[in-house]
C-alpha cells in the first residue's frame, strides 16, 4: 500500500538517476509557516503571504463533483482530525466541554428529528391516499375530506352484510342518476373510476417530469448507490421530497400496480439530508452523512411496514455499505421515535401500524412445510422471471422511442389497469386492501366473499369462541377463487410494464399481493383437502373432522414473503418484517423456510434482486459486496494505461508551472492526477484531486499576489531557490493526499477488489520496485467484472 513506497524512501536518501544524483531532502518535514516565510524572501517578495490550502482551507477543496464517488478513507480520516481536535480543546475551558457535549449529543438529536418528520410524513400519505382512493368510488356527503369508512363511522344506518354502505357515503352513479342500480349507474361508476385513475396518474407523472426527474420509481436502487459513496446532487434534496411526497399519494391512488413502501424510504433520506445541514459535523462530512442516511433507510421501512426492528435489519441487510455498531444504536433510535410517532397520527384508526395486522388462532403443522416450500420454490420462480422481464422491459422503454413519451406510457398503463382492473373487486381494490383481505382469517362474522363457506349444519361444528371449523366450500368461496386465479394473471403482468416507469412506484406491495394470492389460492386447496379426506394418513393425528386444521390466511402471508423474498432477495429483514406486520411469532418457522427456499430458488437463475438489477441497468458504480470475484487476474492487467495506451499523466513535484498543469487538467477528463518526484524516477509522491488543484489554482490567482501562469507549482515542503526576478511559487502540498493507497503490478485483483469493497476507495495506484506504472479506479474493476461475465463494459456511466 502507501507505506511500502515511504518506507523505501526512509532506507534510500539518496537515489542515481541517469547517472547523476537526486537529493530527496525536499521533502524533508519543517513547519509550514516557516516554509511559507522562507520562500516569499527568496523571491525579494519581502512578507507577501503565499496561499497555503493545509494553513488556510479553500472553499469548496475536500467537496466532490456530481456524480463522482467519495473518498471514504479521506472522509473518516478528517472525521477523526476533528473530533481529535474537539477533545483536546474541550480540557482547556468549560466552553469548549460543551461544546464537546453538544457535538457529541448532536447525533441522537438529528436521529430524532429525522424519526419524527419521516413519521409525520408518513402517516400523512397513508390518510391522503386513503382518501383518494376511495374517492374513485364515491364521495361524503357530510365532508369530502373522509374517507370510506370514516364517513360510515358515525352512520347508525349501516347493516351488518353491508357495513360498508351508508347514506352518508353515495357513489359517483347516486350523485349523477341518482340511483346505485342498474347497468347505466355501473357504467357511470366504471367511467368516473377510469377518470380518476387516470386524472391522479397524469398529475404525477406531469408533477415529476416538470419539477422533480428524481423523484420518480422505488429509489431504493440510487439510495444503495449513494450509501456506497456516489453522489448524485439533488436526489435528495428538498425539492425531489416535496414532490415525491405528493406525487407518491397521487401515483398510489390512481390504481396503478405500485406501492409506497420503498419511496417511503426514499422519503426518509431526503428528510435525512435536509436536516443534516443543520449540523456542520455532517453538512461538511460525506461519510458521516451516510451513516445518517443508513439510519433513515431503516426509518423508511420502519413508518412503511410498522416494522421498527425489521426496518433497521433492511438497512443492515439491504442498503447499507458501512454500517457501524454506532449507526445500528440510531437506526433502532430513529426506527422508534419514526413508529411512535406513525402510532401517535393512527392513520388506519385502528391503534396499529399497519393496514394488514392479522392474528390467526390455529398453530401449523409439520405436514405443511410440504406447501410452505411450494410456495418458496414459486416466490423464487416469479422472482426470477419478474427482474428479467421486468430489466428487458425497462431497456426496451432507454433504447426505443417509448422512453421519449412518459406521460403517454403512465397515461396507458394507468388506463389500461383502470379497465381491466374494475370488474373484478380483488383488482378494484387497493394493494393494501387486497393483502389484508387475503390474510384474512375466516370468522363467524365476516361477510367476505373469501368466507364464503356452506353453512355448518349442526352448532357442534362451530369451534369455541370466534374461529370456525374447517368447512366445505361454497359457491360465493369458488367465484372469488376465479376472481383471484384472474387477478394473479393480471397482476404479474401489469407489475413488470409498471415498476420502472416517471412516477414514484414502490415493489413491495405489488410482490406481496402476487404471493398472498398464490398463497390463499394453495391454502383454500389444502384446506378443502383436509376437510374431505382427513382420513388420509398425512392428516391422521392432527386434522380430525370438525377441527380447525388449515389456517388460508396464514398461506396468504407465507407466500407474500415468499414472492418479496425472490424479487428483492431479502431473507432475514423480511422474516422479521413478515412477523412485526402480523403479529404471529410461531410462524417464524415457515416463513424462514419458505423465504430461504424462494433465495435459493431465484438465486439459481441469477445471483441480482430487482435493486442490484437496476444500478447495473443504469450503469452506477456501485460494487456489489455479495458477488464473488473468481477471475485470476493481476492488477497490472486491469490498470491504465494499457500497453497501447498514452503514458499516465501525472504531476511532478516541482518544475511544472501553473500554466502547464491547467494545460494538462483542461486536456484530460480524469477526476484526480498522481505526483512524482520527476518525469524520469516515476518515483511516488502522493495524489491530487482534480477539483482540489482548479479550486486551489483559481484561488490563488485571485488571492495571492504576483501568481501568473509562469509561477512554478510545488507540491514540496518548501519551495527551491528560485532568480530573483521570477514570481512567487504557488505551494499546494496541503491539498496532497501524502498517504495514496498503492499495490504492486502483481497483486491478484480478487485482493484489489476486496480492498476497493472494505475500505470504499475510489483509485488505487500500481507500482514496481516503488515506481508508478498506473492506476485502477473503481470503474476499471466494474468494467473488468462486467467482461469477465460477458456484459457490455461501456455500460458502466459513472465514476
Known sequence: ?????????????????????????????????????????????????????????????????????????????????????????????????????????????????????????AGGIDIAAHWLADMKGGVCLIGFWFNHEHCCWTSNETTFQERDRCPQWQSWAELITGTSEGPFAYIVNYLMYIFWA??????????????????????????????????IRGYLGKWTLIIKTITLVLAVS?????????????????????????????????????????????????????????????????????????????????????????????????????????????????????????????????????????????????????????????LVVAALTAIIAYPNSYTRMSGS??????????????????????????????????????????????????????????????????????VPSGLFIPSMAVGAIAGRLLGVGMEQLAYYNHDWFIFKGWCSQGADCITPGLYAMVGAAACLGGVTRMTVSLVVIMFELTGGLEYIVPLMAATMTSKWVADAFGREGIYEAHIRLNGYPFLEAKEEFEHSSLAVDVMRPRRADPALAVLTQEGMTVGEVETLVESTHYSGFPVVVSQESQRLVGFVLR??????????????????????????????????????????????????????????????VDIFRKLGLRQCLVTHNG?????????????????????????????
Not at 89 to 104: E, F, M, P
Not at 771 to 795: F, V
Open 254 to 410: 390512481s390504481g396503478l400496480s405500485l406501492g409506497k413502501e420503498g419511496p417511503l424510504v426514499h422519503v426518509a433520506c431526503c428528510c435525512a439530508n435536509i436536516l443534516c445541514h443543520l449540523f456542520t459535523k455532517y453538512r461538511k462530512n460525506e461519510a458521516k452523512r451516510r451513516e445518517v442516511l443508513s439510519a433513515a433507510a431503516a426509518v423508511g421501512v420502519s413508518v412503511a411496514f410498522g416494522a421498527p426492528i425489521g426496518g433497521v435489519l433492511f438497512s443492515l441487510e439491504e442498503v447499507s455499505y458501512y454500517f457501524p455498531l454506532k449507526t445500528l444504536w440510531r437506526s433502532f433510535f430513529a426506527a422508534l421515535v419514526a413508529a411512535f410517532t406513525l402510532r401517535s397520527i393512527n392513520p388506519f384508526g385502528n391503534s396499529r401500524l399497519v393496514l394488514f395486522y392479522v392474528e390467526f388462532h390455529a398453530p401449523w403443522h409439520l405436514v405443511e412445510l410440504a406447501p410452505f416450500i411450494l410456495l418458496g420454490i414459486f416466490g423464487g420462480l416469479w422472482g426470477a422471471l419478474f427482474i428479467k422481464a421486468n430489466i428487458a422491459w425497462c431497456r426496451k422503454r432507454k433504447s426505443t422511442i417509448l422512453g421519449h413519451y412518459p406521460v403517454i406510457e403512465v
Open 771 to 799: 515506481r508508478l506504472l498506473g492506476i485502477i479506479t473503481k470503474k476499471d474493476i466494474l468494467k473488468h467484472m462486467a467482461q469477465i461475465a460477458n456484459r457490455d463494459p461501456e455500460s458502466i456511466l459513472f465514476n
Open 433 to 502: 386492501e387486497l393483502i389484508s383481505e387475503l390474510f384474512n382469517d375466516c370468522s363467524l362474522l365476516d361477510s367476505s366473499q373469501l368466507c364464503g363457506y356452506k353453512q355448518p349444519t349442526n352448532t357442534s361444528e362451530t369451534g369455541a369462541g370466534n374461529s370456525l371449523t374447517d368447512r366445505a366450500a361454497g359457491e360465493g368461496l369458488y367465484t372469488a377463487l376465479w376472481q383471484l386465479a384472474l387477478a394473479l394473471v393480471f397482476k404479474m403482468m401489469i407489475t413488470v410494464i409498471t415498476f420502472g416507469m416517471k
Open 1 to 121: 500500500m502507501g507505506w511500502e513506497f515511504w518506507t523505501k524512501q526512509l532506507d534510500e536518501e539518496e537515489l542515481v538517476v541517469d547517472g547523476g544524483f537526486e537529493d530527496y531532502s525536499t521533502t524533508t518535514t519543517t513547519s509550514s509557516s516557516s516554509s511559507s516565510s522562507r520562500a516569499a524572501g527568496m523571491n525579494g517578495t519581502g512578507p507577501t503571504k503565499l496561499v497555503d490550502p493545509l494553513e488556510d482551507p479553500l472553499p469548496g477543496v475536500g467537496t466532490y463533483e456530481d456524480f463522482n464517488t467519495i473518498d471514504w478513507v479521506r472522509e473518516k480520516s478528517k472525521d477523526r482530525d476533528r473530533h481529535r481536535e474537539i477533545t483536546n480543546k474541550s480540557r482547556q475551558s468549560t466552553v469548549a466541554l460543551l461544546h464537546s457535549v453538544s457535538d457529541a449529543f448532536s447525533g441522537w438529536l438529528l436521529m430524532l428529528l429525522v424519526g419524527l418528520m419521516a413519521g409525520a410524513l
Open 691 to 752: 477539483r482540489d488543484l482548479l479550486i486551489s489554482i483559481d484561488n490563488a490567482r485571485k488571492r495571492q499576489e504576483g501568481v501568473v501562469s509562469a509561477s512554478q507549482v510545488v507540491f514540496t515542503e518548501h519551495a527551491p531557490t528560485q532568480p530573483d526576478d521570477a514570481p512567487p511559487p504557488l505551494r499546494l502540498r496541503g491539498i496532497m493526499d501524502l498517504s495514496p493507497f498503492t499495490v504492486t503490478d502483481h497483486t491478484p485483483m480478487d485482493i484489489t
Open 198 to 231: 387516470l386524472l391522479f396518474a397524469f398529475l404525477a407523472v406531469t408533477l415529476v417530469r416538470a419539477f422533480a426527474p428524481y423523484a420518480c420509481g422505488s429509489g431504493i436502487p440510487e439510495i444503495k448507490t449513494i450509501l456506497s459513496g456516489f453522489i
